[in-house]
């Protein structure tokens, strides 16, 4: 079996533009929420989301190579661009090694309503044009990073709603541990526009804390709300140990452990019960005791019901005694089909600079986040050797992550 | 239309829309192989042109047209149809 370890990431999200950026606003605690006045005009019960700039990629990329890439296929090509640098792949490798990508993403939404916009004014599908079925796909990032980067691995999208990201490095992981790659672009990317998230608040998880968007998403707070969506692109590059060395790669983590699990229960409210049935099979994939993590990034959204299920899988797992826990989505938001591959980003981020990011906006606990050891503020030199970051998503699908620092 | 109006219109979606150099668009120029325009590029050629000039255009149309001045032909024979 081969070791699987991480020699780049790349992301562009709400907190900053690449890696460098987003450090700095973990460290800080810096918040990426705002409003959009457009959500209320057009009926929402909240108009808090992520704020995101889309980035412009003509000059970078040919035309043919932009009318397809939704969104999300964007953000994605930004943090693949940052990754593939730093982990020094370069076009003359991707064509002649067989480099794949696995890739969470479960919505397009904004595309395929625009199409629709078009057909019910013009009545001919002539005047769609040519982009909108490669950006109308779930499968939209893998579609356009595959043939910008010109890959020959492996080419899949990984669709497991709030948990696609994490399961999408989970899964990279068993193909190159089992020797059926030895280099994979895994990552997550989410949509984050109001065409795709009209129906999600139509089901009241929103935080409505409207005058201080900053303030609305609390994961653990006694007086949270409810989530805010958000989004972006997240990538990190897994690579076979003995590819990256090979190469002379910088090796920056290796992944340990990844556990999974499906509640078989309710199709939005989580439990208790398959959470921490992941979280228990990846200690066990892992070969490691509860004791041994330092940090647990938690799901965590901000909504009443998730964040107490969590706080229990957590307790149920780790005992009274549990290590720095925080969920990031306290100052990015929910990041759904991207969030468990940019938390695995976030987390290492901490790894690599010894703190541990704030869980922003936890004022009081509730009974159960009470007993976690949740980090209210940045936890400055604090050692993290191992961390474990999970992944939940609608229809009970849990995805757990164990990384480890290479010494 | 004048024709000159309808050539600087068509020459201006293929710079703007299709990003061809203004250097490229002499009347001999293939549209395939000189200004590389792909099946996928015919189906936004018939958007462009309906926004621009108000007609639909069917992709059979495409078939004869093999170089840029047979490209202004039609476009002008349809506009000076309608």
Known sequence: ?407 | MENKEIITKVNYFLIDEFELEEDQLVPTASLKETLEIDSLDYVDLVVIIEKTFGFKVKGEDFVGIKTLQDFYDYIINRVQAN
């Open chain 1, 1 to 407: 079996m081969n070791r699987v370890v991480i020699t780049g990431m790349g992301i562009y999200s709400t907190i900053g533009k690449n890696i460098e950026e987003v450090n700095n606003s973990l460290y800080t605690g810096k918040s990426g929420i705002g409003f959009e006045q457009l959500r209320k005009d057009l009926g929402f019960r909240s108009g808090l989301t992520g704020i995101i700039e889309r980035p412009d990629l003509k000059g970078e990329l040919k035309r043919r190579q932009r009318v397809g890439m939704a969104e999300e296929s964007e953000y994605a090509y930004v943090a693949t661009i940052e990754a593939l640098k730093q982990a020094r792949i370069e076009e003359d490798f991707l064509d002649k090694n067989d480099v794949g990508i696995l890739y969470g993403n479960d919505s397009t939404a904004k595309s395929v309503v625009e199409s629709y916009d078009i057909l019910k004014e013009k009545k001919d599908t002539a005047l769609v044009g040519s982009g909108a079925i490669f950006q109308s796909m779930n499968s939209t990032i893998t579609m356009n990073l595959s043939i910008i980067f010109r890959l020959k691995g492996i080419n899949l999208t990984v669709s497991a709603a709030c948990a696609s990201g994490s399961h999408s490095i989970g899964l990279g992981y068993h193909l190159i541990k089992s020797g059926l790659q030895d280099i994979i672009i895994c990552g997550g990317g989410q949509e984050i526009n109001y065409h795709s998230m009209g129906s999600f608040d139509g089901l009241n998880a929103f935080s409505v804390r409207e005058d201080q968007p900053q303030k609305a998403s609390r994961p653990f707070d006694r007086d949270r709300d409810g989530l805010v969506p958000s989004g972006g692109a997240a990538t990190v590059i897994l690579e076979s140990y003995e590819s990256a060395i090979k190469r002379g790669a910088k090796i920056i983590a290796e992944v340990i452990g990844y556990g999974f699990s499906s509640n078989g229960d309710h199709i939005s409210v989580p439990n208790v019960v398959g959470p921490a049935k992941s979280l228990e099979m990846a200690l066990k994939d892992a070969q490691l005791k509860a004791a041994q993590i330092d940090y647990i990034n938690a799901h965590a959204t901000a909504t009443p019901v998730g964040d107490l299920n969590e706080a229990q899988s957590i307790s149920k797992v780790f005992g009274p005694k549990t290590p720095y826990v925080s969920s990031t989505k306290s100052m990015t938001g929910h990041e759904m089909w991207m969030g468990g591959a940019s938390e695995i980003i976030y987390s290492v981020l901490m790894m690599q600079n010894s703190y541990v990011a704030p869980n922003i906006n936890f004022e009081n606990p509730d009974e159960h986040s009470a007993k976690l050891n949740i980090a209210t503020e940045t936890i400055k030199n604090h050692n993290i050797d191992i961390f474990l970051s999970n992944s939940f998503g609608f229809g009970g699908t849990n995805s757990s992550l164990i990384v480890k620092k290479i010494k």
